[in-house]
Structures are given as structure tokens and as C-alpha cells.
């Protein structure tokens, strides 16, 4: 794991001058050093069960390959892999994701649960929702009924709310370019997961009204930004011709405009939701 210099910068320098073997077995017996706190024991919960995937058991001698085929990245050293590898094996044990114990003269690790037993809730906190005393998971058990059934209640209330503006959305855009294909993107992809695309606007229109009662109030809130965004764009641009894929023509489609206003407002600068609605088009 990484050490910090006065200046907060990430120092590696204890691994050089030692083979993975060694900076695995170093960096495994320091623990996991700190506070845990908000995302990162769910991060290191999923990591793991992503690490185990449907092993039983994971061993000192493959735990590091492992982890390397799946989070390692070129630049890596397998120093620095085996490092990573140890230190959250490390988490796992302190979190009580994992449980410890030697076979055939080696440490082995098991999961205790195939599902999240962290979880951050809706403050950034983070919190164990699996694996606890009787009692305590009782009670927890019913708070997140409780939570659950609250979520639902509001993305109900949510979706009816935001149900008129979308489908003027949708249907504008149908006006302003009803020969539009929504291609296989992720924004229209996470919008709708079951759909068959690319497909052109009009039969998609039935998903488009129904997508956002799938989605929680901020998903909602994203989608019908994104659905207005490109009305806009397409009211002023007339084409959302971005280029077109090597050995393809570009085939602008311009669309009438209207005449310019005398005076032209300055405009805010565009926000990541703006972006993420151009790239989808």
C-alpha cells in the first residue's frame, strides 16, 4: 500500500529491492492500517467479490495473479500488484468480508458472504448490512425495509411528477428529427437496458415514456436533462453531426431554422449532464 510523503504524494519506494513474494507477505502483516469510512469498504467488498468471483477459496501463491488479471493496468510493476493484492485481502480480513486460515502450510482466504455485506447509505456512510449479531441484523433487516419502501414511495411520486415534461421532450424531438436513430450508446443503453438498438425515435417512443419510472429521482432528473439538452441542441444546430466512423460518410441532416434573434443572450457554461447528452446523440 502506498505511503505519503510531506507533500501528500503516494511513495512506493519500500517495494523496490524485493520480489512480489516478499512485498505480498510485508504488506499483508502491517494489516490495514487507518479509518474506513464512506465508499471504501463497499469498494473493497465488491473488489473482493469480484477477486473471488466463484473460487471457494483463494491461496498466498495465486492471490496476486489473480488480482493482476483483473485490476492490474500496463503500467503496473507486479511489485505494486502484489502489493494492492495484499493490502486488500488485508481490508477484507479487517472489514470481516473474509476469513483466514492456513492450508497445506499457506494462508488461504474464504469469503463469508457472496453478496455485499457493505453498503454506504444515503449520507455517504458507510455500514454492515450482512453478517451481523442476530439482533443487530434484525434490526437492520427492518430499517432497510423500511428505507426501501420510502425509496419506492418517492420514486413513484418522482416519475409521475416528471412524466408530462418527458413525454414533451420525447415528442419534440420526434417533431424536430423524426428520421433520428438512437445508436447503441451508453447513455440511451442505461436508459434502456432491453432495448434493440440502434432504433429510430418513433419505436422507441412506447420505452422512451416509460424508461424513467426504472430510475430513482436523480436518474430521472439526468434523463429528462438529457432528453431536453438534445431538443436544444437540435433546435439550433439543425444537424448533430459529430463525424462519422472511418470508411463511413458523414450525412449531415440540416433542419430548417428559424431566423436569428436580434440579440443573443449569453449563454452558462455547459455541465457534465450537457456533455454526457451531446455524446448520445
Not at 100 to 117: F, Q
Request: aromatic residues 6%; glycine residues 6%; charged residues 30%.
Amino acid at each position: 500500500m502506498a505511503r505519503y510523503s510531506r507533500r501528500d504524494r503516494p511513495d512506493y519506494s519500500h517495494l523496490k529491492g524485493k520480489t512480489p513474494d516478499q512485498v505480498f507477505a510485508e504488506t499483508y502483516a502491517r494489516g490495514a492500517p487507518g479509518e474506513h469510512s464512506g465508499y471504501y469498504p463497499e469498494r473493497v467488498n465488491r473488489e473482493l467479490l469480484r477477486l473471488f468471483d466463484e473460487r471457494e477459496t483463494l491461496h498466498a501463491g495465486e492471490a496476486a495473479a489473480v488480482y493482476g488479471a483483473l485490476f492490474a493496468k500496463p503500467a503496473h510493476t507486479p511489485e505494486y500488484t502484489a502489493d494492492r493484492a495484499a493490502s486488500l485481502l488485508a481490508w477484507g480480513i479487517r472489514l470481516g468480508i473474509l476469513t483466514e486460515a492456513e492450508e497445506g502450510g499457506r494462508l488461504a482466504w474464504r469469503l463469508r458472504e457472496r453478496e455485499l455485506m457493505w453498503e454506504t447509505d444515503k449520507r455517504g456512510r458507510a455500514r454492515q448490512i450482512r453478517c451481523l449479531p442476530d439482533a443487530a441484523q434484525a434490526a437492520m433487516n427492518r430499517r432497510r425495509e423500511t428505507q426501501a419502501r420510502a425509496a419506492a414511495t418517492r420514486q413513484r411520486a418522482a416519475a409521475a411528477a416528471n412524466a408530462p415534461r418527458i413525454a414533451r421532450a420525447v415528442d419534440s424531438l420526434l417533431i424536430i428529427r423524426p428520421d433520428y436513430v438512437a445508436p447503441e450508446h451508453p447513455m440511451w443503453r442505461e436508459a434502456l437496458p432491453n432495448a434493440l438498438l440502434p432504433a429510430t425515435l418513433a419505436e422507441l417512443r412506447p420505452m422512451l415514456l416509460d424508461a424513467h419510472h426504472a430510475m430513482d429521482p436523480r436518474g430521472q432528473q439526468r434523463w429528462l436533462h438529457s432528453l431536453e439538452t438534445m431538443c436544444s441542441v437540435l433546435r439550433l444546430t439543425g444537424s448533430v453531426d459529430r463525424g462519422s466512423p472511418p470508411g463511413e460518410r458523414g450525412t449531415p441532416l440540416p433542419l430548417d431554422r428559424p431566423p436569428a434573434p436580434a440579440h443573443v443572450p449569453d449563454l452558462a457554461p455547459m455541465d457534465p449532464d450537457d456533455d454526457a447528452a451531446l455524446e448520445g446523440l
